[in-house]
């Protein structure tokens, strides 16, 4: 128990950085070949659809398996136990309504952003402005999670204390400077290369401490998890739900929001037009199901063998937290070369989302709101990716900002809150558009609007944000709604909002051709965008 | 590759599409497949979230050793959707995609 004295200082911080820079280092010239065939607006938003359904579906784990789901369901398995678990099985079931509603359909409809898809049959300019305020806004949320994280494991791996703000934020500014890099020299290319480069190195990583761990315990897991229960002062409770949702319609509020989310979010849906057809779509989906549930399988047996090796009460004092649990097992285990190797692949995850997230906010931005509501689709491809290459700088810049100032705070939330907002505003307004043939624009924008808004409105006046001990504006409390999770209420709103939404526009004319093209376009893959280059 | 212009007594290629009998035939297979089986995983999933909200006695009730019922329908949900994941594989492959090739090929012939 030596870990409990030395308060976090575990390892060697010249090993965690050069392991993190070999990583850096090999990415950057993988992704700097990549660019050399970086030619058109394809290439640039969607790799010249030349990935295939295997290397995508790596990728997409790699672009879903973020910091948040891989130190901190471990770590919230590792103190809490049950409920850590159940988190991870909402963000794999959430992967059957990609595979069996959306990804097929919106590979073969869209080309380049959700907004394609749902400004299909629609008047464009308001749909897709629509469609571009709720990408940017879901990526921001996810972004400033993934940044303000970067700050906890900094603390941890770099030995850079919390007191230490300046310290903390030049790193967070290397971080985002590292990933604006990948993005502005690799586009999606690039990117989609850091992504699965690091989706493996993370599940062979896991796959070996899990290995580990459960040879400690003869690979008996009812053993591993007599030793967690032992070791944690909450004893055999950590084997049963409760421990950490105590609210119950706000955990199946979470819940919800959770499975409805993941299908919704904007930077998952952009990896479907990095592949040359339906079918590799699908591909996609099915290796990332196998991809995430498998890790998720080995995030179960970690956090407990966390809690059994390492213990609960270390693991909450140290610096970074709950957070913490997978480095320190890490550490416990193979010492400092294996800490610097999973600090390593932290590291590369928050690179790897982040600049995924990146590439998405921009391509919605220089897509559906530059060419085609500033411009109304009169520009040239050229000008389309410049707008989009400055737009990933700007929001690059916001990320480290953003990043800096979320540092310390509590915005766990905000995670949740993506995926609530993804759920409410995206989801519905996909589906209907894709299975609902009377659904018009005016149907689109309530349900896109309202359901941002319906999720934005009830978080700010949530527990989440004040009048509770875990808020994020400590000593005020103007919260009225008693969730800290909006989705139960906000994705129904918005599901019905789309449909009085059409009621109120049903003068609007029906585009009959369109409604056609659209349907047997997204059946079938006629018409759709090919694996040439097509700008 | 867009033939939305071209029209002729039917109206659009896609608008004849979407009225003859065959596609009408693989939207009926694809919809009479989706919709059920996402009705089915999600109240599955609701299932599981309302018996760790509702009944964490009957999730902690040990099946062997330290493995407890709620640990069980947990991996259970696990195995629901690789199951489901690979069922849906084989619909897809045996029954959509041939009928979606051949009227793609109809389109893209004609265009």
């Not at chain 1, 959306?102 to 409809?109: D, G, K, M």
């Not at chain 1, 989609?192 to 899990?210: N, R």
Request: proline content about 3%; some cysteine; charged content about 10%.
């Amino acid at each position: 128990m030596q870990l409990a004295q030395t308060q976090g200082t575990v390892g060697s911080v010249g090993l965690n950085i050069g392991i993190f820079a070999v990583f850096v280092l090999l990415t950057l010239v993988v992704v700097y070949r990549a660019s050399r065939s970086n030619r058109t607006a394809s290439d640039y938003y969607a790799a010249g659809r030349s990935f295939s359904g295997s290397q995508n579906g790596i990728a997409i784990s790699g672009d879903y398996l973020s910091a948040a789901s891989f130190l901190g369901i471990a770590g919230a398995i590792a103190v809490y136990g049950y409920d850590g678990f159940l988190y991870s099985i909402g963000f794999l079931v959430a992967w059957l309504v990609a595979l069996l509603l959306v990804a097929e359909l919106l590979r073969n409809t869209g080309k380049f952003t959700m907004g394609d898809v749902l400004s299909f049959r629609m008047k464009q300019r308001p749909v897709r402005a629509a469609a571009a305020t709720s990408t940017l806004v879901v990526s921001f949320f996810y972004l400033i999670a993934q940044m303000a994280g970067a700050g906890g494991l900094i603390a941890l791996l770099l030995q850079i204390p919390n007191s230490n703000k300046l310290g903390q934020s030049i790193v967070i500014a290397v971080v985002g400077l590292v990933m604006i890099a990948y993005v502005l020299v690799g586009g999606m290319k690039g990117t989609t290369w850091v992504q699965i480069i690091k989706a493996a190195l993370l599940v062979v990583g896991a796959f070996v401490m899990t290995f580990w761990v459960l040879g400690k315990y003869g690979l008996n897991f009812s053993a591993l998890l007599g030793g967690a229960v032992e070791k944690s002062s909450k004893g055999e409770a950590l084997l049963a739900p409760g421990l950490q949702y105590k609210n119950k319609i706000d955990f199946i509020s979470l819940g919800i929001a959770l499975v409805l989310g993941t299908a919704g979010l904007p930077h998952i849906l952009m990896r479907f037009y990095t592949v040359p057809t339906a079918k590799e779509a699908r591909k996609s989906v099915v290796w990332a199901i196998w991809l995430i549930g498998i890790f998720y399988l080995f995030t179960l047996v970690l956090g407990y063998g966390a809690a059994a090796l390492v213990g609960p009460d270390v693991i909450t004092k140290a610096p970074g937290g709950v957070n913490s649990a997978a480095p320190l097992l890490a550490f416990q285990l193979g010492g400092e070369v294996l800490l610097g190797l999973i600090s390593a692949i932290a590291f590369a995850t928050i690179l790897a989302v982040v600049a995924g997230l990146t590439i998405t906010a921009s391509a919605s931005f220089a897509h559906d709101v530059y060419a085609n509501v500033v411009k109304r689709g009169q520009t040239t491809p050229g000008a389309e990716v410049r707008v989009a290459r400055r737009t990933a700088l700007i929001i690059g810049i916001v990320a480290i900002a953003g990043g800096i100032l979320a540092n310390g705070q509590n915005v766990a939330f905000l995670v949740a809150l993506a995926f609530a907002v993804a759920a409410s505003a995206n989801l519905p307004t996909i589906l209907y558009s894709l299975f609902w043939k009377r659904f018009n624009t005016m149907g689109a924008l309530w349900s896109i609007y309202g359901g941002l808004a319906v999720c934005l409105v009830l978080i700010v006046f949530s527990p989440a944000v004040s009048g509770s001990e875990t808020a994020m504006i400590k000593g005020a409390d103007f919260a009225w709604f008693p969730l800290s999770n909006p989705g139960i209420v906000s994705i129904p709103v918005s599901f019905l909002l789309g449909v009085i939404g059409t009621f109120v526009g049903r003068r609007e004319r029906f585009n009959s051709e369109k409604y056609a093209e659209m349907e047997v376009r997204s059946l079938t893959g006629a018409g759709s965008e090919k694996a040439t280059v097509d700008a | 590759m867009s033939t939305t212009g071209e029209r002729s007594a039917g109206g659009t290629i896609y608008q004849q599409v979407q009225a003859s009998p065959e596609f009408g035939d693989l939207r009926r297979r694809l919809r009479r497949f989706v919709f059920p089986m996402s009705a089915l995983f999600l109240i599955w999933y609701l299932v599981y979230v309302l018996l760790a909200s509702y009944a964490p006695d009957f999730m902690a009730i040990r099946l062997s050793g330290n493995f407890t019922v709620g640990l069980l329908i947990g991996l259970l949900q696990f195995v629901s959707t690789f199951l489901i994941t690979t069922l849906y594989v084989r619909f897809a492959d045996r029954t959509l995609d041939p009928a979606a090739e051949r009227i793609r090929h109809e389109i893209e012939g004609e265009a």
